[in-house]
């Protein structure tokens, strides 16, 4: 279900929303972001701003390449997902990859990044699900 709402969105919102994403957050300092995939709001261009700016790190895919993952002087870190309740809470693919990981980074601001459409009332929780600190839909 929550895929099927991600794919539904016109291109025209997808260009728009990559557009407000890299407006809003092009002028962070050190950010942990990721490289977007399938439908996922489109982290490019903010990316390619980052990255000329000195400022970007990108998260692995792979779990044993997060010990590359320098976080002593990050300031943001931005999470994707497959949707977001109004707690905070996300839902990703499954595997826990990013739970796991932002429970060992301690009080780095966490953004969760994504569409409106992307938005629930209630998401189901398991007890090592963490919240982001912040949540910027677009």
């Not at 490019?44 to 990255?51: G, I, M, R, Y």
């Not at 998260?59 to 997060?66: K, V």
């Not at 309740?85 to 990981?101: A, L």
């Not at 398991?126 to 677009?138: C, H, N, S, T």
Request: net charge positive; glycine share 8%.
């Amino acid at each position: 279900m929550l895929i099927q709402r991600r794919k539904i969105i016109s291109e025209k919102r997808r260009k728009m929303a990559a557009q407000l994403l890299q407006e809003r957050f092009e002028h962070l300092g050190n950010t942990l972001s990721f490289a977007s995939f399938g439908t996922e709001i489109d982290t490019s261009p903010l990316n390619a701003a980052l990255k000329k700016r000195g400022c970007l790190q990108i998260m692995p895919y792979r779990a044993e390449a997060l010990a590359n993952v320098r976080i002593d002087n990050l300031e943001c870190i931005l999470v994707p997902g497959l949707g977001f309740d109004r707690d905070r809470y996300r839902i990703g693919y499954g595997q826990g990859f990013y739970d796991r990981f932002l429970a060992q980074v301690g009080p780095i601001p966490t953004i969760g990044i994504g569409f409106h459409e992307q938005l629930c009332d209630l998401l189901p929780k398991d007890p090592w699900d963490l919240p982001v600190g912040e949540l910027a839909l677009f």
